[in-house]
């Protein structure tokens, strides 16, 4: 992901600098957006409702946001920005360069950094899997934040020591998307303290992801590696 | 899938004898419910009105359903009966013996079986999605069809005739359910006509899947095949 310039990051990004006023007005109309959705439930919520706990005019709220949707868009691009942020460190610093050690770090920054929208997304994760919603990860409007994510995973492989098919390194990212997809749904169905049982399910298939990448440079599956990358072009990442 | 015992099929299922009167009751409800869940959405039909339009009394409807999920789990319950019927021939007589054949032609049924039922799926799915709802495939109300499903896969597999290692056999029809809803939800989200890309996708990944699994007998796989068993009992289907 690119460095957001001064005046368009989203909110308060740690290790940006203090945005303007307008972004200040745009991180609160979103903030006061999410604690709604997450109070009354997104449907329920209106874009009046928004503006008036936020203090603004619905004029103002709509200057900024063109409606719900794009206030959700709003919310998984702050995600996106903050996660980045948190990982920044291990993905450009030097940081391990064990590929199960760097995938098992970004994973848990996730984590991390979406625990406080734990409850909102059970709750919400019915509207994304809606097929006919801009809010759909494969949405037209989900994409600054789908290439957020799976340029994340590019320099997760890019600073690791590991070595994969050329083929295969070329969808190797948005195979590891997916994984991370993956992980999420499981993390929005569970209900353990502090979603333990996801941060297991991460600590041992993080691992188990990183032995099946160095197994794809044997011979005997480049075949299968070939195929793989054409199905995900041809059917999921027509873009 | 044992055979269901009469008087108990779900409806008008080919190659089951003709269900007494109380079946033809709760199979109309069953009927008008899902179109009237197609009509004016699922969220908007009460127990009420479909009673109404099958020209039962309100506690007649409620006698056979305990309520809406209640007949959305019949829905999923005759969609996995209808599907068993369709490939019953090819799952137990002389059928192709080829694994890709075999999981070709199944997946090949269920696409043709759920035809019907395409344009409710679709504004049906982001209720199944809800971790909360009785609907989600892995809810306790969904065994019965969750069940049925990988049943179907067992079959699939035990008259084909791979060799497959026997610790990963123990799991494989979970993992083959596991593949069909990920083709589930791309017909979900399919708008070509007839979803024929969705048949284009499972014509080419049924035998990725085939040759997958044969590889799986390689040493070399054997650790991995033993995590994925662990992983599927540990994370996934613990019932």
Same sequence: chains 1, 2.
Avoid: C
Avoid at 204 to 211: I, K, S
């Amino acid at each position: 992901m690119e460095e957001a310039p001064p005046g368009t990051a989203p909110g308060a990004i740690p290790g940006t600098p203090r945005p303007p006023k307008s972004e200040q007005t745009r991180a609160l109309i979103l903030e006061t957006a999410m604690r709604l959705f997450e109070e009354r439930g997104y449907d329920k919520t209106t874009m009046r409702a928004i503006a008036k706990e936020a203090g603004v005019s619905v004029g103002n709220a709509y200057y900024y946001f063109d409606g719900k949707e794009h206030l959700v868009q709003g919310f998984y691009d702050r995600l996106a920005a903050e996660h980045e942020a948190a990982v920044r460190g291990i993905l450009d610093g030097g940081g391990d360069r064990d590929l199960a050690a760097r995938l098992l770090t970004v994973m848990t920054a996730w984590i991390d950094v979406a625990r406080p929208y734990h409850q909102f997304a059970a709750q919400f994760f019915k509207n994304a899997a809606d097929p006919a919603s801009p809010l759909s990860p494969f949405s037209p409007e989900s994409h600054p934040a789908l290439d957020a994510a799976i340029s994340i995973h590019e320099r997760v492989l890019s600073g690791s020591d590991i070595k994969v098919d050329a083929e295969l390194a070329e969808v190797l990212p948005e195979l590891m998307w997916m994984y991370q997809m993956g992980i999420v749904v499981y993390w929005v169905f569970d209900h353990s303290p502090d979603t333990e049982r996801t941060r297991r399910l991460v600590a041992r298939t993080a691992p188990l992801g990183a032995r099946i990448l160095r197994l794809s440079r044997y011979r005997l599956l480049r075949p299968i590696v070939r195929e793989i990358r054409e199905l995900l072009s041809e059917f999921l990442f027509r873009r």
